[in-house]
């Protein structure tokens, strides 16, 4: 008789253990449910030209200058005519021609991976959103409101547009962007959202 008591008990608590461990799940997957269906948060809201801007919880990105036009489109098998060089060459980068608002804009979210001067490039600021991605914003005045190592958000101000790039210098205030995947150049079209030309 001991002996069927203490079966039916551990039956009764393995049972009790099962239904508990049911329960955990289906709390744990309630809460996921909830946090995935949650609409944006202020963390994903981006602040461009003063207008919040919502950004998806994926990576998103926003444009480089707000109401740019772009004057110089990327290409990486035509050849394109550079007016300060007086040659043709191809363009693996976008140039957005400055207007009003001369404020250079963090595409997305990531950290200052460098910042240098040339006289080639003029100032550079390069950002890195992980898994090789990176952001290169060229043509730039050399007072910057980022340092190497900041974190930045879209959206966030990195600095604005002058004429510092001596191999583009007929072209007047413009930003230069380029971004590289794994230290390839690739085409900023497919990440951006440029609308008509």
Partial sequence: MNKSNNVQKKKYASSYIYAVIVAVLV???????ALVNKG????????IGGENIPVAAKPSYVLPMNG?????????????????LKQWEIHKAIDFQAGEDK?????????????????????????SHGNGLLSVYKSLDKEVQVSIGDSVSAGQVI???AESMAQELNSGNHLHFEMLQDGKKIDPNNYLSLGEK
Avoid at 27 to 33: E, Q, R, S
Avoid at 42 to 47: R, T
Wanted: hydrophobic share 35%; net charge negative.
């Fill in 27 to 33: 709390i744990a997957c309630a809460v996921t449910i």
């Fill in 40 to 47: 944006p948060s202020k963390s994903n809201v981006a602040n």
């Fill in 68 to 84: 740019a036009q772009v004057m110089k489109d990327y290409s990486g098998k035509e050849l394109q005519y550079n007016d300060t």
């Fill in 103 to 127: 404020n250079v804009y963090a595409i997305s979210n990531g950290t200052i991976s460098n910042i240098y001067t040339n006289y080639l490039e003029g100032t550079v600021i390069e950002i």
């Fill in 159 to 161: 600095g604005v547009v």
